[in-house]
């Protein structure tokens, strides 16, 4: 699914990175669930430009190997600067295999797209398969307990959000966002909580966590309260962390 949407959206997508609410929030949140990743191995799954591999690796971390299917997303990465540290490999995340065991894997915005229930359990899977017995799973994702009607235009942000009724799982849910001068579209998926947690959990995770979106204080410095207010309200997304063991 998120192949062919992405070649034809990679660089306006990427401009959306130097979003207030992307840098402050998104970026805030990830990384205080990621913790200390000095000395650990990170697989980045959907990892698009290598924002977060680049960043990961600057941490600290002494392997990354990012993952994506959209061919314009690596270019993008591979582009983004030569170290021995960091690999990109092209292919689904539901499908990878050999590329041994990690501290974390990182799925910033990856669940969503899986096609169905059963591929996101496929993707689940592959998630597990691929960590350490210690390891963890950090994440953002849709917010499943997002009500429908709740779902609607975040003028501040720059974007609109529709999900098709009834909403069930595999509902399409379709952003439209204004970036670099140009209005561009995508869409992911709607799964309820029950659904992720079942995929998990057939998986071999013992812990799920749903977490929360927090504000960087420094947010506040860049942009007044009310700016950050809708979204935080009613946020379109949410985090998620999973380990193997309880």
Known sequence: MAA?????????????RSSPLRR?????TLRRLLGDVRGRSVLDLGCGSGIWARELRASGATRV??????PAM????????????IEYHLGRAQEISGLGR?????GAYLLHYADDSDDLHQLCRAIAAHLRPDGRFVGLNENP???????????????????????????????????????????VRHFARLTYERALRDAGFMRIEWVGLAL????????????????LDNPPVTAIHCALQP
């Open 102 to 106: 990690f501290d974390l894997v990182l």
């Open 24 to 28: 402050h929030v998104e970026g805030f």
């Open 216 to 231: 960087d204080p420094a947010g506040l410095a860049e942009r007044p309260a009310a700016y950050w207010r809708e979204y």
């Open 145 to 187: 307990d997002q009500a429908a009607r709740a779902c609607h235009a975040y003028p501040a942000a720059g974007f609109s959000k529709y999900v098709e009724l009834p909403r069930r799982d595999g509902s399409e849910i379709t952003y439209q966002m204004l970036a670099a001068g140009r209005l561009f579209s995508f869409d």
């Open 65 to 70: 190997v990012g993952v994506d299917e959209s």
């Open 4 to 16: 062919a949407q992405y070649d034809s959206i990679a660089e306006a997508y990427e401009a959306t």
């Open 74 to 85: 690596l270019d993008q990465a591979r582009r983004g600067g030569q170290d021995p540290g």
